[in-house]
Every structure is written in C-alpha cells, then in structure tokens.
T-cell receptor, first 110, second 109 residues
Framework: DVKVTQSSRYLVKRTGEKVFLECVQD?????MFWYRQDPGLGLRLIYF???????EKGDIPEGYSVSREKKERFSLILESASTNQTSMYLC?????????FGQGTRLTVV | AQRVTQPEKLLSVFKGAPVELKCNYS??????LFWYVQYSRQRLQLLLR??SRESIKGFTADLNKGETSFHLKKPFAQEEDSAMYYC???????????FGSGTKLNVKP
C-alpha cells in the first residue's frame, strides 16, 4: 500500500511565524499535491509538483510556497502565517490518476 | 474552467433506504471522474472511478456526459456508509484533481 505521511497531525503557530508542513511518500510517485480542506469549500489545490524541483500553482497559492528537493518529499511553507490560514492541510501523491492522501495536518494560527 | 458541484452539504437517510449523492461538473473536454470518501478519523481514500465501471461497497456511479453528472448511488444504505464524500475530476492535465465541496452522508439506524 502507498504510504503518504505528514509530519504533524496538529500544529499551533503564532501569526507571522514561518511554518513548514512536511509530506513524504514511499512509492516513487512523480506527482504530489497540497490541498487545504475547509467545511463547505471542499478541497482546494494550493500547489502541486510533477517532478523534483518542478511546481505549479493551484487555485489558492497566495501566502504559500513549496519545495520539492527530493522525489519523495514535498514541503508546504507558510511564509508568514495568518489566522485565515487556520485549516486542515492534506498532502497527496498520485500515480495512474489515483490519488493517495496523507492523514492531514490541522494547523491553527493564533 | 473546470468545476465540480455537489449541491447537498448533508444527506440523511435511514438504514436500508436508497441513497444518491449528486455531482455535476463542467469541463471543456473529456474528464475522468472519481468519488473519494473520508470516514471519521481516517484519511481520504478513493472509492471509485468512472473508467473502472465497478461497484465498490455496493456503490455505483455512472458518467452522464449529456447531463455532465456523476451521481453516486447505493440501493440500500448501511450505517457504516456514514462519511464525507467528495466528487473529483481530472482533466487534460491529468496531474491535477479538482474536488467538489463534499456531501456528508448520515445513515441513521
């Protein structure tokens, strides 16, 4: 089974802090994604990466950046966390148009 | 632009009743459609995809290109079907998935 692992289940950060969310997959997938999940809004794509060092903006990239230095690892960076970035963040990887998700990181910005 | 619409935020049915979760999409081309499910305290996982034409856990979904719909159906709902269901679309750029806002299914005993 594909395993997608997010480094933290819960995070609490202060406004203005730089925040790193880490995601690792173990199946050599080329595609990796970061979504945020909000009630009533579903999953919205922040960024995705289709290869090492390659990235593309999703629908809501503002306030976020990403890093993919190794194939198995995709990091989401909040440059200066704000309260409106309080959300559940989901990482996924995909192969043959099947997406596999991590368990999610619930980030609270206070 | 691509869009996935799930009109119902919450759907409550009794055990044994039929259930239909609606999904409509807009896409200028031939997309691939999926249903994903998230059970309580579990990660989001693929339930089924239209090209597979399979039934998973008693659920089926048929792609209707004329109505641009991909409704999820089950003839007899079970309590263990209670979960959050997301319809998703993958288009020409098969790297990307677009999700609807989700429908919470509550199956009452």
């Amino acid at each position: 089974d594909v395993k997608v692992t997010q480094s933290s289940r819960y995070l609490v950060k202060r406004t203005g802090e730089k925040v790193f969310l880490e995601c690792v997959q173990d199946m050599d997938h080329e595609n990796m994604f970061w979504y945020r999940q909000d009630p009533g809004l579903g999953l919205r794509l922040i960024y995705f990466s289709y290869d090492v060092k390659m990235k593309e903006k999703g629908d809501i990239p503002e306030g976020y950046s990403v890093s993919r230095e190794k194939k198995e690892r995709f990091s989401l960076i909040l440059e200066s966390a704000s309260t409106n970035q309080t959300s559940m963040y989901l990482c996924a990887s995909s192969q043959d148009r099947k997406a596999f998700f991590g368990q999610g990181t619930r980030l609270t910005v206070v | 632009a691509q869009r996935v619409t799930q009109p119902e935020k919450l759907l409550s049915v009794f055990k044994g009743a039929p259930v239909e979760l609606k999904c409509n999409y807009s896409y200028s081309g031939s997309p691939e459609l999926f249903w994903y499910v998230q059970y309580s305290r579990q990660r989001l996982q693929l339930l089924l995809r239209h090209i597979s034409r399979e039934s998973i856990k008693g659920f089926t979904a048929d792609l209707n290109k004329g109505e641009t719909s991909f409704h999820l159906k089950k003839p007899f709902a079970q309590e263990e079907d209670s979960a959050m269901y997301y319809c998703a679309l993958s288009g020409h750029n098969f790297n990307k998935f677009y999700f609807g806002s989700g429908t919470k299914l509550n199956v009452k005993p």
